[in-house]
Every structure is written in C-alpha cells, then in structure tokens.
C-alpha cells in the first residue's frame, strides 16, 4: 500500500526558510512524477514543483528562484526547500505521486495535480509578514 506523508510545516516570517519533506511508503512504480502542491483557504489547489524519474524539475513561476524540489531515492523521500518565503506563500502543502507510468512528461511540467494517485494529508505552512 503506498503512502505518502508529509512534515516539516510551521510559522514563520516573512524572509524565512522552510523544509517539508515526504515520506513515500510503499512506492514501487520506475516511472513517476512526484510533486508538491498546495492550497489555501479559498482558492483552488496549485503545483508548486514536480520531479520526475528523469530528474526534471519544474516549478511554479511564484516560486522560482526561491524554492528547490529533491527526491532522496535511499530515504524514500520527496523534499522541498523554500526560502525567501511570503506571506502568500501561506497554504497547505501537500505532496502528490503518480501510479506508475500513466502520466505524461508535458502534465509533469505543468504541474497538472489531476494526474496524481497518491497524496499526502497535507502540512500547514504560515508565514507572517
């Protein structure tokens, strides 16, 4: 059974650094797309980076520059890094996988969360200006 499960959420202020990682259980599929996504109170759900087997990233245009996607294969998880963060960076993260090789490359990089299986239950991250 995969399961995904993320940490590392908090308060912050603005300027600060942040860093959510995944627990990916269970995962056996070669071929994926992993992501992070979020969503906060009022607004539809957003990628915000993704990873796929090849190592490409992709990353929202809000969040370029600031925030950093890793996927530790050893440690079965799936990172994100942020920095410089702002207040509208306040969301609940989730992490997202796909079920195998059912994806394609151009939905990864587009951050598309319809093709995702899996997710996590999410981590609240809030910063303070």
């Known amino acids: 059974q995969v399961r995904l499960m993320e940490s590392g959420g908090g308060s912050v202020q603005s300027g600060g650094s942040l860093r959510l990682s995944c627990v990916v259980s269970?995962?056996?599929?070669?071929?994926?797309?992993m992501g992070w996504f979020r969503q906060s109170p009022g607004k539809e759900r957003e990628g915000v980076a993704t990873?796929?087997?090849?190592?490409?990233?992709s990353y929202a245009d809000s969040v370029k520059g600031r925030f950093s996607i890793s996927r530790d294969k050893a440690k079965n998880t799936l990172d994100l890094e942020m920095n410089s963060l702002k207040p509208e960076d306040t969301a609940m993260y989730y992490c997202?996988?796909?079920?195998?090789?059912?994806?394609?490359?151009?939905?990864?990089?587009?951050?598309?969360?319809?093709?995702?299986?899996?997710w996590g239950e999410g981590t609240s991250v809030t910063i303070s200006s």
């Open positions: 997202a996988a796909t079920r195998g090789g059912d994806w394609y490359p151009q939905d990864c990089e587009g951050l598309n969360d319809v093709m995702m299986d899996y």
């Open positions: 990873i796929d087997d090849d190592g490409n990233l």
């Open positions: 269970g995962y056996r599929h070669r071929s994926y797309c």
